[in-house]
């Protein structure tokens, strides 16, 4: 049972972690950049 904990603690922790704002960042990030963002880059 220790082998399994120590395989699956780290990839765990890490969904733990950063799921929520990989889903976030997933569901909020743009096609393409809105046209005042792309005059601020120009």
């Given at each position: 049972?220790?082998?399994?904990?120590?395989?699956?603690?780290?990839?765990?922790?890490?969904?733990?972690?950063?799921?929520?704002?990989?889903?976030?960042?997933?569901?909020?990030r743009?096609?393409?950049?809105?046209?005042?963002?792309?005059?601020?880059?120009?």
């Open positions: 049972m220790d082998k399994f904990w120590s395989i699956l603690a780290m990839p765990l922790g890490v969904a733990l972690c950063f799921g929520p704002a990989v889903v976030v960042w997933w569901l909020t743009d096609k393409s950049p809105a046209p005042d963002e792309q005059k601020k880059h120009d």
